[in-house]
Nanobody, 132 residues
Framework: QVQLVESGGGLVQPGGSLRLSCAAS????????IGWFRQAPGKEREGVSC????????YYRDSVKGRFTISRDNAKNTVYLQMNSLMPEDTARYYC?????????????????????????RGRGTLVTVSS
């Protein structure tokens, strides 16, 4: 089955770290821009970070700049989101989505304007809870 699978979520104390993984099954991520999105209870889904074809083409929402790092390992067909200095307001279900590279204009546009439901591939999410 062609799919994206997120993993790495869990319960962590404020100030802690987690690394989320987004792995592709039965297709290659090489040709796709990947985004991490999150949705907290009672809130709309928001773009957290997106990455283009290389690790130098990235976007972060302001609230996670300097704390989160997105990266891709094409050999492992996986995209990661390293999250440091986690805060309670980072609590949410985190999803990854993939859009064919030729369909995006910029990774910023993908993160800020693209409809998650319209992405080529979507995962089911992994829950991140930041609490003491």
């Amino acid at each position: 089955q062609v799919q994206l699978v997120e993993s790495g979520g869990g319960l962590v104390q404020p100030g802690g770290s987690l690394r989320l993984s987004c792995a592709a099954s039965r297709f290659s991520l090489n040709y796709y821009a990947i985004g991490w999105f999150r949705q907290a209870p009672g809130k709309e889904r928001e773009g957290v970070s997106c990455i283009g074809s290389s690790n130098t083409n990235t976007y972060y929402r302001d609230s996670v700049k300097g704390r989160f790092t997105i990266s891709r390992d094409n050999a492992k067909n996986t995209v990661y989101l390293q999250m440091n200095s986690l805060m309670p307001e980072d609590t949410a279900r985190y999803y990854c989505g993939a859009v064919y590279l030729k369909r995006i204009t910029t990774v910023q546009a993908m993160c800020r304007g693209a409809s998650y439901s319209a992405m080529d591939y979507r995962g089911r999410g992994t829950l991140v809870t930041v609490s003491s």
